[in-house]
């Protein structure tokens, strides 16, 4: 019986041609090496191949934007896993959120990792603000970054609201009325707002009924609410997203030159 | 690496590996963790599936060995067994094993040759279906078909020859088959009847082996494995409606653990595994496969990830599971008739509840409170609208002052009305009630012998044995401490329980001290005259009689007056402030009041009480009590102004209700609740079920149970006939539908007439009108379950043999029934005690129907009845001894002689075929 | 191991007890004796009244049959009874005839699971009306006709019997749950034999008068002594 | 991670630079041997934020783990709770409709604060302080940030979560939430209290002093920034206080004290409720402040 000579067996299959064909090459550690890792990756090249020192400290960052993009990616993807089971009518939205609940594998884990990490989300933007503020990174050349910042941080908080009525029990409809009542009393647009005769608002067709897609809240609101959730903020939140991100790798890290 | 050029040492120098390993351990303890928790943590019902799968297994394994025992006794199996035994061995030996392992080695080369054969055929036919398709599409396409013509023609001769060979071969194959079958057709036999007797055993075992799953090598059993838990639920469709009108599913998934409770067998099973309560009645009838449990039981249906949380209780959960009697309070949502519910031992399923709607309705509950379904009750106060022509003035003030130290059972709850509060809605009552009065009183002049006979003991001694005998007893009592018929339970006396139960109708123990011999006498005469709408019938008494009655009643109380009384009623303010709270106070809901009938109830409308949120209710400064619904409801219908604040009033009066009482009405008070089951979920609501109730309602209302026995309640009378003198209680009235005719009961409730003359207790007549006669009729009639209530017998249809049999059974040689029964104005031997009512009055009274079952098992019908049953078997030389006809003759005789009084049998009628017609 | 020698040993004695306790019963066994007395002065025995069937049932005087006390103070129709005594019931067929509208006897004792052949020996109309509840009730007519009518009492249990016709007749089906037991005789005496020895509470029932326990003990081939003497009820 | 952040701390090592000079040179230490300042991405930058991904995500998973998302019960419109919430992160904003009408709490506020954020960028012409933390350099609008980041929005979520009970009422932490709490309610208008009656004298009364608060708040400001002396340590602007003005320029310091102003409203707004009781500053038919 021959002896096991581990490093021939290693070398066999790294040379066999499966292994070849997934790899193609060998990683060998050299800068040409390390700026081709970053600038040929789909996802790595959002980042400069080469930062700031100082851009790679914690201390300086805190991580926040990072963790801002790391907990929209977790609410994505538990969302996607949610969309299969919740179906966004009346009738069986918060049976669903029972289901959801009980029955499905991991729907639990799924819906808490899902608002846990949305309610994190609004946190980090807000500590990421805080961040580029306490930097003074709005500062030129980046005055705009910050406006989509700012931009990004509204859709963030648009993201979390019109998610909180999915659920469709007495939390969400009571916390998204109380939310959505302000549009009541918007000036001109809304019915019980100052001036809102100048209009001729009323219940039915003013600001509020704008966003219930309704007089009252109900199924209406329900679907509508969905539809921005699951569509279209999260659509508008990427493409403010890639500015972001491609202002930041064309600007770099903000520091002291 | 440090050397290199365009490095950073210092950076290229750290290493995060260690940091790294660390972390990703971390996360898969967590993803571990994740797993743990999602299949086990949180579905804790598959522990139960295995414990039940183990125990269901026991359960049916030993279940089949006594089975097995059974059959090792059963000489049946004995022989067969043997039987089968010796079948065997005569097979599987000597010539005809041999023979058989002969044939069967015939049979593999038998059917190959039959397959290849038959392939030939299949084949034959395929390509002649294929050119049978070119054939027909060449003259679609106007083409010659004439070549494919010749080649089906060819393969139809073909196909043919090798149908013969085919045959041939099959033929072949079966012949041989048929020959192992007959060698072993004993076997085969024996084996048939042993599994029919062994059928029961061999389901059981089946059973075990749907919960533990066996693995099997060669017929032996390996190991079992428990079935793979899964979720047991019940989708029931369009079962609720959400806030928004709409209907949506409501989901059931008790069963997942409560895995027996809708299989027999498990009655002593530990929880959850044990079988249902009251199967047949409840489990049969309410399949939970197809609606659940929570219907009847509440709780969280689609939970199943804590005990705590399926069972609802949860403060995300608006439905807790129901405990207790108060599931009671589910029936109401699909019966109609809850009342009529019974379990198989004949006990009622919602007893509380329906005890806590009488108390509900009889109480006056629904005078202050709007409840859908309860909206028409009548007031149950009397008619004040002639107070002033009734009532001593200074009672008055008294009463409302303090009702219950002038009548402990008083059904009148407790305002705590102070003096002068008292004083003025005396006022307001009587001023209101004066011109009416006068009126009244006009119409009514006074007896001028009454005041002298009033006085007369003779006459005093007369009323006490009218009063006894007549049948006020059914409703009133006279001693200050008893009850007649009582409203609630009856817990009688002792530290804290002095004021239980109330009184249907007022105990007459001070009726003096309250009003007039004048008012007494024409209220006796003519208890509608005075009040449309009373419960009190008029028991046709005569004007002696009134008078007698009214001198034994003036012999109880005595007349109190204070000074001023006159004066202070006379105030038109205190008639003013009486007006303002007789209508803070709702005094219109029980009472008719002069220019008050078109009040609205004062009270909170309770139909949807029973979904009523905690936070819906006011606590007051009342924090010893638990903060539940049904801690507040209790204490509220305890004390009522129990929550009352600085800032809110409370204007409920106290009606002493005894505990057990309150409990009753908790459950009744729960059953209110929004949303309705969907039409199709429900009983179906029969015409029957509408009488019952609305029969049941009127017979609680004019106190019919007083003194008759109706669905087994009441006869409160019946006390006051202690041992032999039961026979002169009146008559219980269970199964009265099935008993009379219903024209008869119609006829009769508006003018009774008697029945038994020997009694001196007489049925009153109580003014129904036709609708309300036949509500009762209708009630007695669904209560016996008759669709079709008429029945009518031709007595000139009965043929003469007949009439003469039935005739000679009644003899003293034979059934002696004059022994008791009153024929005609004879009356029978002996004393009152043992007479029977008279059979002439039977044709137009009886349902045929049930004097037949009455004759074969009078205590069938009525337990406890001295009528003796029909003697199994009746004698040999009447009708051929036959029973059946021997008791139809006694029917038909019966008729016969009440339809043909005083007529004497024909000797000679012609022979008519024996018919009698429903 | 120990443990198992301790459950033999257990078994053991549990066998042995069994089989001693099946000598027991085979052997002739003892006999219970003595007298039922009343405490007290005698009442006069009602007269009762005959309302009906006078041709049959007037022929003779009746009595008031619930307490008869006999000249030496002992009660007739007390049913004396060894209670727990086990031995076979012997279930059999007994007699209650209804003679003169008056029910012989008045008091019938017999173990349960006997079959009562109830007679008519008057030839006019009687009912048996039975208040039982442990054994189902029953009210038959029986006519002339109907001489006798079988009834078998499966479960233990003192049973009032009525005739409703003639409101005056009544009498006591005692149906026992041990073959040890006997009626009182004129004189109030009784006597039970064949009793396997131990120890018995004896029992005494008197329709008007309640039951009265006494412990004794019955030795083989001894007549143990009971004696009785009960009270009126106040 | 040991290396000292560039721009953090230091403050002796940094000295205002002179000139108008428009990046400021701030002296970094230097790696010796010329090494380059910047780092690979790969993997020194990929390396954190991947571990950073792991904590981030094991945080969360067992966060969610230990805690289930809140469900209540089923939605009912007719059912009113109380209190009635908005989304945590509108309680500040809810907190509002305690001194503010719903238009101006809920309507204009908010678009006061998406747009003064915006526009910070724009108002902020302090050329120091870009890409380190600085507090000497930037301490007016740390301040100003402070003000209204920590106290107006993340301490009034803080008290509608967890102060703010039934009825909007005030409860502390461990007191238990009445729903039949009873509040003397005792506010009056400033005009009224100023023994206006009529709605018109109140108008011009409220829209007098709103317009006094403004004319004096801008004086203030004005001459508070002229005052700053030339050559303050802490200004990047030599010039000392009209260099400021100078380069800001009108249209800057009137949005600035604008914003500046309505922030400094909401306090003073609070402050007069609960020290005096007043409800209103402005009264009209049409709108209330």
């Given at each position: ?11 066999q299959?790294?040379d ?11 990683y ?46 977790v609410?994505?993807v ?16 918060y049976?669903?959120m ?16 899902h ?6 989300m609004?946190?980090?933007v ?35 609201f019109?998610?909180?009525?999915l659920?469709?029990d ?11 009542n ?20 009323n ?8 966003i219930f ?7 209406h ?5 969905y539809i ?5 903020f ?5 493409l403010?997203?890639a500015?972001?991100f ?12 | 690496?440090?050397?290199r ?21 971390v ?47 059963d000489?049946?199996?004995?022989k ?22 002969a044939m ?12 290849d ?18 054939y027909n ?13 010749r ?10 020859r ?8 099959k033929d ?22 042993m ?30 494995y428990?079935?793979?838990p ?15 009108d ?11 653990c409560?895995m027996?409770?809708?299989?027999k067998?498990f ?47 949860d403060?995300?959960?608006d ?11 589910r029936?109401?949502k699909?019966?109609i ?30 005078g ?11 007031k149950?106060?009397?008619?004040l ?16 002052a ?32 004066s011109k009416n ?15 002298a ?9 007369e009323?006490?044995?009218l ?7 059914g ?17 009688g ?13 007022p ?18 005469k003519?208890?509608h005259?005075?009040?449309?709408h ?6 046709r008494?005569?004007?002696?009689e009134?008078?007698a ?6 012999t ?14 006379k ?8 007006e ?5 106070y ?10 008050m009938?078109k009040?609205?109830?004062t ?15 006011s606590?007051?400064n ?15 219908l305890?004390?009522?102004r ?16 005894d505990?057990?009482?309150i ?10 609740t ?6 199709r979920?429900r ?13 049941r ?10 003194c008759?026995i ?12 202690p041992?032999?003198?039961i026979n ?9 539908g ?10 009769f409730l ?18 129904f ?14 209560l ?8 009518f017998?031709?007595?000139?249809l ?6 003469a049999?039935g005739?000679?059974?009644m ?9 008791c ?17 008279d ?12 004097v ?9 019908l009525q ?33 016969w ?7 004497t ?14 | ?27 002739a066994?003892g006999a ?15 007269k ?11 022929l003779?005087?009746h ?18 009874t ?19 509208c008056?029910?012989?006897p008045?008091v019938?004792?017999f173990p349960a ?7 008519n020996?008057?030839?006019i ?23 006798v ?9 003192v ?20 073959a040890y ?29 309640g ?22 009820k106040s | 991670?040991?290396a000292?952040?560039a ?19 701030v ?16 993997p020194?930058?990929?390396?954190s ?10 945080v ?13 019960q ?5 059912r ?7 989304p945590?992160y ?19 506020l908010p678009?006061?604060i998406?747009?003064?954020l ?7 012409i ?19 940030f ?5 106290i ?10 967890f102060?703010r ?7 502390w932490p461990?007191?238990?939430w009445d729903?039949?709490?009873?509040e003397?309610?005792?506010?009056v ?11 018109l004298?109140?108008a ?11 004319v ?6 004005y001459?508070w920034?002229r005052?700053r ?8 602007f ?9 380069k ?9 004290g604008?914003?500046?102003l309505?922030?400094a ?7 007069l409720?609960?020290a ?8 009209t ?5």
């Amino acid at each position: 019986m021959a002896k096991f000579d581990w490093k021939e067996t290693k070398r066999q299959i790294t040379d066999s041609q499966v292994w070849q064909s997934i790899f193609r090459h060998g990683y060998e550690d050299t800068p040409r090496n390390r700026i081709l890792m970053v600038s040929g990756n789909v996802w790595l090249h959002l980042h400069p191949s080469k930062v700031q020192k100082h851009a790679v400290r914690m201390r300086f960052t805190w991580c926040m934007g990072g963790i801002t993009f790391l907990l929209f990616l977790v609410t994505v993807v538990t969302g996607v896993y949610l969309m299969f089971y919740y179906r966004p009518t009346a009738e069986y939205a918060y049976a669903d959120m029972k289901y959801l609940e009980f029955d499905m594998p991991f729907g639990m884990l799924m819906r808490n990792m899902h608002r846990w990490a949305a309610h994190g989300m609004v946190i980090a933007v807000w500590l990421h603000m805080f961040r580029v503020f306490m930097t003074g990174s709005y500062k030129p050349p980046r005055e705009f970054n910050w406006v989509v910042g700012v931009i990004l941080l509204v859709l963030t908080l648009l993201l979390s609201f019109t998610g909180y009525l999915l659920p469709w029990d007495q939390l969400s409809i009571w916390a998204v009325t109380v939310g959505s009542n302000m549009a009541r009393a918007t000036p001109l647009l809304g019915h019980g707002g100052p001036f809102h005769e100048v209009l001729g608002v009323n219940p039915v067709y003013d600001a509020r009924a704008f966003i219930f897609g309704g007089g009252e809240i109900g199924p209406h609101t329900l679907l509508r609410f969905y539809i921005l959730h699951c569509i279209f903020f999260p659509l508008i939140a990427s493409l403010f997203m890639a500015v972001h991100f491609w202002r930041i790798r064309r600007d770099g890290m903000s520091g002291p030159l | 690496m440090a050397g290199r050029p365009g490095l950073d040492p210092t950076e290229e120098g750290k290493s995060y590996s260690a940091l790294f390993v660390l972390m990703v351990a971390v996360l898969l303890v967590t993803a571990v963790w994740s797993i743990w928790d999602d299949s086990i943590s949180r579905r804790p019902w598959k522990e139960y599936q295995v414990q039940w799968d183990r125990l269901a297994y026991d359960k049916y394994m030993k279940d089949a060995a006594d089975e097995q025992k059974r059959l090792d006794a059963d000489p049946e199996y004995q022989k067969v067994s043997k039987e089968l035994a010796q079948a065997r061995i005569e097979r599987d030996s000597g010539a005809i094993a041999a023979r058989l392992a002969a044939m069967r080695g015939q049979l593999p080369d038998l059917k190959n040759v039959a397959n290849d054969k038959d392939q030939l055929v299949r084949f034959t036919k395929s390509y002649l279906t294929e050119r049978w398709y070119d054939y027909n599409h060449a003259i679609q396409e106007r083409q010659d078909p004439g070549p494919y013509k010749r080649e089906i023609d060819q393969l139809n001769a073909e196909l043919a020859r090798e149908s013969i060979v085919s045959d041939k071969a099959k033929d072949n194959l079966q012949a041989v088959k048929d020959q192992i079958e007959a060698l072993n057709s004993k076997v085969a036999s024996r084996t048939d009847q042993m599994k029919k007797l062994t059928a029961k055993r061999d389901d059981l075992l089946d059973k075990a082996d749907t919960w533990m799953i066996p693995v099997k090598f060669r017929n032996t059993v390996l190991f079992r494995y428990p079935k793979i838990p899964r979720i047991e639920q019940t989708a029931i469709d369009d079962f609720d409606r959400n806030a928004f009108d709409e209907a949506i599913a409501r989901v059931d998934r008790c069963q997942s653990c409560h895995m027996g409770a809708d299989k027999k067998g498990f009655e002593n099973a530990p929880e959850p595994f044990r079988t249902h309560s009251n199967f047949d009645q409840i489990i049969l009838k309410h399949p939970p496969d197809k609606l659940g449990c929570t219907p009847c039981h509440d709780g969280q249906g689609p939970a199943v990830s804590s005990v705590r949380v399926a069972h609802g209780d949860d403060p995300d959960w608006d439905s807790p599971m129901l405990r207790g009697a108060k599931m009671q309070s589910r029936c109401i949502k699909c019966h109609i008739d809850v009342g009529s519910l019974h379990d198989a031992g004949g006990k009622p399923i919602a007893a509380n509840w329906v005890e806590g709607e009488r108390i509900f309705e009889q109480t006056g509950c629904a005078g202050c409170h709007l409840v859908a379904g309860y909206e028409d009750i009548a007031k149950i106060g009397p008619n004040l609208k002639l107070a002033a022509a009734k009532l001593d003035p200074s009672w008055t003030v008294r009463w409302i002052a303090d009702p219950k130290s002038f009548r402990r059972y008083s059904r009148m709850p407790d305002f705590a009305f102070s003096r002068a509060q008292a004083t003025a809605l005396a006022a307001f009552i009587l001023d209101s009630s004066s011109k009416n009065s006068k009126q009244w009183l006009a119409a009514h002049p006074e007896v001028a012998t009454l005041e002298a006979d009033v006085k007369n003991p003779a006459f005093v001694e007369e009323g006490k044995g009218l009063f006894e005998s007549a049948g006020c007893k059914g409703c009133h009592a006279i001693d200050p401490r008893q009850h007649a018929t009582p409203v609630g339970v009856v817990a009688g006396f002792g530290p804290g329980r002095a004021f239980t139960a109330k009184d249907f109708a007022p105990n007459l123990g001070r009726i003096a001290e309250k009003t007039s011999a004048a008012w007494i006498y024409a209220w006796l005469k003519n208890p509608h005259d005075f009040s449309p709408h009373t419960a009190m019938p008029s028991l046709r008494l005569s004007d002696h009689e009134a008078e007698a009655l009214t001198a034994f009643l003036m012999t109880h109380g005595k007349k109190r007056e204070f000074a001023g009384v006159e004066t202070a009623l006379k105030n038109p303010g205190q008639i003013e402030k009486g007006e303002a709270l007789v209508r803070k106070y709702g005094c219109f809901g029980c009472h008719e009041i002069e220019g008050m009938d078109k009040e609205s109830r004062t009270g909170v409308e309770l139909t949807t009480f029973g979904s009523k949120h905690l936070d819906e209710l006011s606590f007051g400064n009342r924090t010893q009590i638990p903060e539940t619904w049904d801690q507040w409801t209790f204490h509220k219908l305890q004390s009522p102004r129990l929550y009352a604040t600085r800032d809110v009033e409370q204007v409920m009066p106290r009606s002493r209700f005894d505990s057990a009482d309150i409990r009753n009405l908790v459950v009744f008070l729960a059953g209110l609740t929004q949303g309705t089951v969907q039409e199709r979920y429900r009983m179906p609501g029969s015409e029957h079920q509408a009488q019952i109730v609305a029969g049941r309602r009127m017979v609680n209302y004019y106190n019919c149970v007083g003194c008759h026995i109706i669905e087994n309640r009441g006869g409160y009378i019946s006390r006051f006939y202690p041992g032999d003198q039961i026979n002169f209680a009146p008559p219980v009235l269970n199964g009265e539908g099935f008993k009379v005719q219903p024209e008869w009961l119609f006829a009769f409730l508006q003018g009774p007439t008697p029945i038994r003359p020997w009694l001196k207790i007489r049925m009153p007549t109580f003014h129904f009108t036709n609708a309300e006669d036949d509500t009762i009729v209708n009630y007695f009639t669904a209560l016996s379950d008759l669709n079709v209530p008429y029945m009518f017998i031709d007595t000139n249809l009965i043929a003469p043999a007949e009439l003469a049999a039935g005739a000679k059974l009644m003899t003293k040689d034979y059934f002696n029934c004059f022994s008791c029964h009153q024929e005609g104005d004879k009356k029978p031997e002996g004393p009152p005690s043992g007479w029977a009512p008279d059979m002439a009055l039977t044709h137009q009274r009886l349902n045929p129907d049930w004097v037949l079952k009455w004759i074969a098992n009078p205590s069938a019908l009525q337990p406890g009845t001295k009528m003796p049953s029909y003697y199994p078997g009746g004698p040999d030389d009447i009708l051929g001894g036959n029973q059946d006809k021997q008791i139809r003759a006694l029917m038909d005789y019966m008729f016969w002689f009440g339809a043909h009084p005083g007529e004497t049998l024909p000797a000679q009628m012609a022979t008519a075929p024996v018919k009698s017609e429903k | 191991m120990k443990k198992f020698a301790v459950v033999l040993a257990a078994c053991a004695c549990v066998t042995l007890g069994m089989t001693a306790g099946a000598g027991l019963a085979s052997a002739a066994g003892g006999a219970i004796s003595g007298t039922v007395k009343y405490d007290g002065t005698a009442p006069a025995p009602r007269k009762l009244e005959v309302t009906k069937d006078k041709e049959v049932c007037a022929l003779h005087p009746h009595f008031e049959e619930d307490l008869i006390v006999g000249s030496g103070g002992g009660i007739a129709n007390a049913v004396v009874t060894a209670k727990g005594a086990k031995g076979d019931l012997k279930p059999g067929e007994v007699k209650f005839d209804q003679k003169g509208c008056d029910y012989t006897p008045h008091v019938l004792a017999f173990p349960a699971g006997s079959t009562v052949d109830i007679v008519n020996s008057d030839g006019i109309l009687h009912n048996i009306h039975s208040y039982s509840t442990k054994n189902p009730a029953f009210n038959m007519a029986q006519p002339k006709f109907k001489k006798v009518i079988q009834r078998k009492v499966e479960q233990p249990e003192v049973i009032k019997i009525t005739c409703d016709a003639h409101g005056w007749m009544h009498a006591w089906w005692v149906a026992t749950d041990t073959a040890y037991f006997a009626v009182t005789d004129d004189k109030g005496n009784y006597s039970i034999a064949g009793v396997p020895p131990g120890n018995y509470e004896v029992e005494v029932w008197q329709e008007k008068l309640g039951t009265q326990d006494q412990k004794v003990e019955v030795k083989d081939g001894a007549t143990a002594t009971s004696n009785f003497s009960l009270k009126p009820k106040s | 991670m040991r290396a000292a952040g560039a721009g953090a701390g230091g403050a002796g090592a940094r000295t205002p630079a002179a000139g108008g000079s428009k990046r400021i040179e701030v002296p970094i230490k230097k790696a010796s041997g010329g090494v380059e300042e910047k780092l690979h991405t790969w993997p020194f930058l990929v390396r954190s934020e991947f571990l950073m991904s792991i904590l981030v995500i094991i945080v969360l998973t067992v966060w969610s783990l230990l805690l289930n998302a809140p469900l209540e019960q089923p939605s009912n419109p007719t059912r009113t709770p109380n209190p009635s919430k908005a989304p945590w992160y509108f309680l500040g904003l809810q907190e509002m409709l305690v001194f503010f009408d719903p238009w101006y709490a809920g309507v204009v506020l908010p678009c006061f604060i998406i747009v003064g954020l915006m526009l910070i960028p724009y108002l902020d012409i302090n050329p120091k302080g870009n890409g380190y933390y600085t507090f000497r350099e930037r301490s007016f609008e740390i301040l100003t940030f402070f003000i209204g980041f920590h106290i107006l929005w993340v301490s009034f979520i803080i008290i509608g979560t967890f102060f703010r009970g039934p009825g909007w009422n005030w409860f502390w932490p461990g007191q238990v939430w009445d729903p039949h709490l009873v509040e003397a309610l005792t506010n009056v208008d400033l005009p009224y209290m100023f023994g206006l009656r009529d709605y018109l004298a109140s108008a011009i009364f409220g829209l007098a002093v709103i317009g006094g608060y403004f004319v004096v708040g801008y004086a203030g400001l004005y001459y508070w920034i002229r005052s700053r002396p030339a050559g303050d340590p802490w200004s990047a602007f030599p010039g000392g206080g009209p260099e400021i003005l100078k380069k800001w320029g009108p249209v800057r310091f009137g949005i600035t004290g604008f914003l500046v102003l309505a922030m400094a409203g909401v306090f003073i707004k609070m402050a007069l409720r609960h020290a005096l009781n007043i409800k209103y500053i402005l009264v009209t038919p049409w709108i209330n402040i």
